[in-house]
């Protein structure tokens, strides 16, 4: 059997910026942040999609990008955790999980705020129930699964009182 | 110490937390010096038996391949088992990795194969086949329990089982009795980060080792002795830990086969496990308890008689202390207990978060709950009734135990009071509502620590211990106590922890962090005060009030008293008029000789009372824990923010040991087969409710300097007993065997 | 991951090859982690993304048509979808994760492969992952395994939620292969093991899927999708039951049932759907099709408890289309 691995070309956006390289279609769009980009914010829990450790925005949506070949997504615009926070300014989501203590190792948290953000614009966002069933593709280990929710409801409620300020 | 509180003891939030939610923060696989190699391990598919061949013709023609290492190939390493000895206090002959072609356990590094991209590693590391010779095994726990015996040395921290009157003739008389085999699946710790290191090899040839490890000095020991270097030739750096829950209490095999490989390469070399692998090093041993109570009419314990068994290897007796928790916690006049290890063909089993008292604690307390139940006495009633206010194994004081405290605000905040006795009796709908409680009980540990503290031109203040912030929190209580003691602003300090240069601090692990790394900073930050104050002193052209006794040290800067009130002095400006451009002091806590009579006289616990409602559907098996309130006892609280969060956390993965986690061993090969997380199920956020965690109030300034007992451990202890019993209130089925799992 | 090459082609010619050591990625769900773990093993891969299989559309017959490559939270919250096929919509939800369902395709849910321990671990013997090695999952930690439909070669569990829905709403599969065009019912796609585990389904070499029709369903709010798990989210069924009753004056004139969790493909077996044909909905009749469903389940080593829990999950999930008050897969209560 003869195993060819011919580089393929790969265009992103990655956190507003442009990226393209031959990479050998192996290399997987985890492996790509982390290995060859040094953007290791983006954590590998455990490589086959069980853990959501690796979650990151693709075009928008949430996606476990240690199951994403880097060459099979051309043009996609890809967001990280180093690409939330803006002007120095943290996103909402990542004051509100230090406000509510919403981590321990910090080693799932890039990932739960990443599904965060994205379950925000999903909008399964009705009842803790419903947030906590839509996070569950995010384990944590150290258990600080109530302050992630909490986290996440502080940020829906200011959303929602910023809304209500605008209507007003 | 007197403390008055205006930072310790404050919900402050983790002053690390901006690094994680940025993902700025380093963990161990994340350094990436120049020319790096990336190692990918390959492991023994067999339990036990020898390797015949290696065949690695395929592997190394694979592009960017660099190296394979093997037993065949390796560099030197120490040769005698005492040289890879750790600071766990295992005793037995510690594995040795690549020391030979000898298989000791299915999971064992057999090669490794460098190259110059993960990709070809990875790749490589699948072409790698090798050929063996089988011996015979056996790791089946069942049959090992009958080859159980008693180490000749036990581990250092075992704590032996001191009976007490007569257990056997007061069980024959006792009016209530209960029996019963209890028994805990192994589990995996299984932290979200994978056991990594990343091997830098500096400019003079030293290595600088990144390493998930809990201690970076114990591994620096390690690596020290079983590589024959000195220590100043490794410095071994983990300011970041994914979790590690006692993962990384004891080196795990990345770490020696990356430096070692580096050592042969002389190259940046990063070995990183990958998820399957995580279940091939530690693991929480599988356990049974024989547990025999009687008791009589009026519901008084009169007999405990305690017998269990853990799982070791073939290689090292690792023990747990399961068996003495009742006989130190009940007022019981007549006890007994016995504990044995049983040998299998696998890895030694390890100590994971709350080591012994999670499977003791939580099996004794379903016990308890049974015998409770047999009296026909409420089980809080029944825990009260029993109450001891001693260590009753030992017939010692204790330094504190606000237990009755914790069992009575925990009952009133769950509202146990309303709770019907009869088992089945509570329902909504088609569910039955359960509602169980627990106890439980750590140790209150203490050891040696010593910290730095500098203060520079800049006017911050440095805090330097090799202390591991696990995710524990270690950096936050860490500023609190040193701007208390200080008397600084949190924002202008800085922690630096993780790194072996730093001063001596023990393993993190035991909740024994909190009070011996806090006292160290306190005393250092105390003598770096007096040392400024003694600086000013001499200095001529400070101010004259400045010069006095009459100063204090307050919000980051000088101030006067009296009648010079008015007059301050930055930090900044102090240093540069004493003409230094650092002052720094080192201290180490130790008990001292007060302490240490203290601790031949008292015993020191943490104790908790945990209360769970579980709804449960009896025709489909499944459990929901819908609530859970623990209050705890564990003296000062440094951060009542971040302790809930570990109480939580340790609740969290006690509902796992409760009801989903189990390593499911094929013993016909000594393999877990669940090797991952879709198959071991660690909860998820649906599996958990909202968690209520009281502290206590809990005054104990002999425990430890700072009135701290811990808070990691205890969250573990009792809360499976808790979800256990609610299931039985629920039901009326006892359980007996953890997880409870759907077909149970 | 062993090294491949890579293409992507944008005709369906181009694709449908048929060469050996292929494999199609669409969403990669499952093929990246099997090849991650040594159990795919292609030379080549063909990346089916940009094919034009992305759309959910009407059908004449009233029904709807699935692009193959439609991801599965896209299908979800179609508003088609969520209108006419509800249990659909909620077996999609009961399975995977947020992220993994905005990942993996309608397409790859037919064919992602089991869960089964030994098959996912080159060290142990599979004759699903290498023919004619032998099962080790036999005599082995099998709880997770199925217990109808299996052979002496083979007891790996189907672990698709979506396809349990699917079996119950008697989709058809479309397929393209070198040869053409061809439709199949979806009950008939997946294939017992018998002495070739290896064969998962009926595709052929070269064969794609393009899309999945629905036929119209009358079940109106008669439905449910009834899973049991080890934890209460992420995770596989130990047992699901995918139900549509088509209820009539308070009558069932006909039903519909599939069960996951328990077999080696979604399970149907008409002649339990038969007993439920112009009855109204009582205890015994429900045990009576729970029977018939498991009838001839066999247990290994570890798996007994399915065959005792499942009639017991199928008997709720019966009352719960009857009732019309489905299960919410996101209050975990089971009504």
């Excluded at chain 3, 399975?95 to 992602?112: H, K």
Aim: proline fraction near 6%; hydrophobic fraction near 40%; charged fraction near 20%.
């Amino acid at each position: 059997m003869t195993r060819e691995s011919v580089a393929v070309p790969c265009r992103l956006q990655i956190n507003g910026q442009d990226y393209s390289a031959d990479l050998p279609p192996s290399v997987t769009l985890l492996d790509l942040l982390r290995e060859r980009l040094d953007l290791t914010g983006t954590k590998k829990g455990c490589d086959h999609g069980q853990c959501g450790a690796c979650t990151v925005l693709v075009d928008g949506k949430r996606v476990k990008s240690c199951l994403i070949l880097a060459v099979s997504i051309p043009d996609s615009v890809v967001t990280t955790i180093e690409g939330i926070a803006q002007d120095g300014r943290l996103h909402p989501m990542q004051q509100a999980f230090i406000d509510a203590d919403a981590f321990q190792c910090g080693y799932c948290t890039p990932g739960q705020i990443m599904s965060a953000i994205a379950l925000l614009e999903e909008g399964h966002i009705h009842s803790r129930a419903e947030i906590r069933e839509f996070m569950s593709g995010n384990l944590c280990r150290c258990g600080a699964y109530n302050g992630i929710i909490n986290a996440i409801e502080q940020v829906v409620s200011r959303q929602h009182r910023n809304q209500a300020g605008e209507a007003a | 110490m007197n403390v008055i509180s205006t930072h310790i003891g404050q919900p402050v939030s983790r002053i690390d937390g901006v690094a994680k939610v940025t993902g700025q923060a380093k963990y161990a696989a994340e350094p990436h010096p120049p020319g790096m190699l990336y190692g990918v391990v390959v492991n023994s598919p067999i339990a036990h038996g020898r390797i015949e061949t290696i065949h690695d013709t395929g592997a190394r023609q694979v592009p960017g391949v660099i190296e394979i290492m093997t037993h065949l190939n390796r560099p030197h390493a120490a040769l005698f088992e005492k040289s890879y000895m750790d600071g766990l206090g295992v005793p037995g002959a510690p594995y040795r990795p690549l020391h030979d072609g000898e298989i000791h356990f299915n999971g064992q590094p057999v090669a490794v194969v460098f190259a110059e991209t993960f990709e070809a590693a990875r790749e490589a590391a699948m072409l790698v086949r090798v050929d063996y010779e089988r011996w015979p095994h056996n790791a089946n726990f069942e049959v090992a329990l009958h080859q159980k015996y008693m180490p000749s040395k036990t581990r250092s921290n075992y704590v032996p089982p001191k009976p007490r009157g007569d257990a056997a003739a007061a069980y024959a008389l006792s009016a209530v009795k209960t029996e019963g085999r209890y028994h805990l699946a192994p589990e995996h710790h299984n932290p979200m980060e994978m056991h990594a290191t990343t091997v830098i090899v500096e400019d003079d040839g030293t290595f600088t080792v990144w390493d998930k490890t809990q201690g970076p000095q114990a591994v620096q020991a390690y690596l020290a002795s079983a590589l024959s270097l000195s220590k100043d030739q490794v410095r071994v750096r983990n300011p970041y830990v994914g979790g590690a829950f006692g993962s990384g209490l004891r080196a795990v095999y990345n770490v020696f086969l990356a430096t070692l490989a580096a050592k042969m390469l002389k190259r940046a070399v990063r070995v990183t496990l990958t998820r399957p692998q995580m279940f091939t090093h530690a693991f929480r041993p599988e356990a049974v308890m024989d547990i025999a109570l009687g008791a009589s009419r009026d519901s008084t314990l009169q007999s405990m008689i305690v017998k269990g068994v853990t799982d070791t290897s073939r290689f090292e007796h690792n023990m747990e202390n399961i068996v003495i928790w009742g006989l130190i916690n009940y007022r019981c006049p007549n006890a007994t207990a016995d504990y044995k290890v049983a040998p299998r063909d696998t890895y030694t089993s390890s100590d994971m978060r709350a080591p012994g008292a999670a499977t003791g604690v939580n099996l004794l307390e379903m016990a308890i709950d049974e015998m409770a139940y047999a009296c026909g006495m409420d089980p809080l009633a029944f825990r009260l009734h029993n109450y001891s206010d001693i260590d009753a194994m030992h017939d010692m004081p204790l330094t504190s135990k606000a237990l009755r405290d914790a069992m009575a605000q925990g009952a009133q905040h769950f509202g146990w009071h309303d709770r019907s006795m009869i088992p089945g009796s509570m329902r909504d709908g088609r569910e039955l509502v359960g509602w169980g409680m627990a106890t439980g009980i750590w140790d209150a540990m203490f050891s040696p620590t010593s910290a730095r503290a500098r203060l520079g031109q800049d006017g911050r203040l440095h805090i330097a211990t090799a202390a591991s912030d696990i995710g524990t929190g270690t950096y936050t209580i860490l500023a609190q106590t040193a701007a208390e003691a200080f008397g600084m602003p949190l924002d202008r300090i800085d922690i630096e922890l993780g790194d072996s240069a730093l001063p001596e601090c023990p393993t993190e692990g035991g909740s024994w962090t909190a009070a011996s790394a806090g006292a160290a900073v306190w005393l250092a930050c105390h003598s770096l005060r007096t040392k400024l104050f003694a600086a000013l002193a001499r200095c001529k052209n400070a101010p004259s009030w400045a010069r006095q006794d009459s100063v204090k040290l307050e919000g980051g800067a000088l101030h006067g008293m009296n009648e010079n009130a008015q007059d301050s002095l930055s930090l900044s400006d102090a240093l540069s008029l004493t003409g230094q451009d650092v002052l720094e002091a080192e201290e180490t806590a130790k008990p001292g000789l007060r302490g240490k009579i203290s601790q031949m006289r008292k015993a020191r616990f943490t104790h908790s009372a945990v209360f769970c409602e579980v709804r449960v559907d009896p025709e489909l098996d499944t459990v929901r824990v819908t609530r859970l309130v623990n209050a705890v006892a564990a003296g000062r609280i440094m951060n009542p923010k971040t302790a809930a969060s570990q109480i939580r956390g340790a609740m969290v993965m006690a509902t796992g040991m409760a009801l989903h986690e189990e390593s499911l061993m094929d013993e016909r090969v000594g393999r877990f087969m669940n090797h991952n997380f879709a198959e071991y199920h660690i909860p998820a956020h649906a599996d958990i409710p909202d968690m209520d965690v009281l502290f206590v109030n809990e005054h104990d300034d002999e425990v430890s300097p700072l009135g701290v007992k811990g808070i990691g451990e205890i969250g573990m202890c009792g809360t499976a007993a808790a979800i256990a019993n609610a299931i039985f209130h629920a039901t009326g089925r006892r359980y007996r065997n953890l997880p409870i799992m759907p077909g149970a | 991951m062993r090294s491949f090459s890579y293409s992507r082609p944008t005709t369906f010619d181009e694709a449908c090859r048929n060469a050996e050591h292929t494999r199609f990625l669409a969403g990669g769900t499952n093929l990246i982690d099997l090849m991650k773990s040594d159990v795919e093993r292609p030379t080549h891969v063909i990346d089916i993304g940009s094919l034009p299989m992305r759309d959910i559309a009407d059908r004449p017959d009233g029904g709807l048509r699935l692009g193959a490559l439609v991801t599965n939270a896209d299908t979800a919250a179609h508003p088609l979808v969520i209108d006419r096929y509800p249990l659909l919509a909620s077996a999609i939800l009961a399975g995977a994760s947020p992220q993994i369902r905005n990942m993996a395709t309608n397409g790859g849910n037919l064919n992602q492969r089991t869960r089964c321990h030994y098959f996912y671990d080159p060290a142990m013997a599979c004759n699903k992952r290498s023919p004619d090695t032998g099962c080790a999952a036999r005599g082995g930690r099998n709880r997770i395994m199925a217990v109808l439909g299996t052979s002496d070669a083979c007891i790996a569990t189907f672990p698709s939620d979506m396809c349990i829905a699917l079996a119950a709403l008697n989709a058809t599969v479309n397929l393209h292969g070198p040869d053409g065009g061809r439709t199949v019912g979806v009950r008939d796609y997946h294939r017992l093991p018998g002495d070739m585990p290896w064969r998962d389904n009926i595709l052929q070499p070269g064969e794609i899927v393009t899309s999945i029709d629905l036929p119209p369903a009358p079940f109106g709010p008669h439905h449910t999708y009834l899973k049991i798990r080890d934890r209460l989210s992420f995770a596989f069924a130990i047992v699901s039951v995918a139900v549509g009753l088509h209820m009539e004056d308070g009558r069932i004139a006909c039903g519909s049932i599939a069960l996951g969790g328990v077999g080696t493909k979604p399970w149907c077996v008409p002649e339990a759907e038969a007993l439920l044909d112009g009855r109204p909905p009582s205890h015994s009749l429900f045990r009576d099709v729970a029977e018939r469903l498991l009838h001839g389940a066999v247990a290994d080593r570890d798996n007994a408890a399915k065959i005792r829990l499942a009639p017991r999950v199928i008997e709720r999930a019966l009352w719960q289309a009857a009732a019309g008050t489905p299960q919410s897969q996101t209050d975990k209560t089971i009504r």
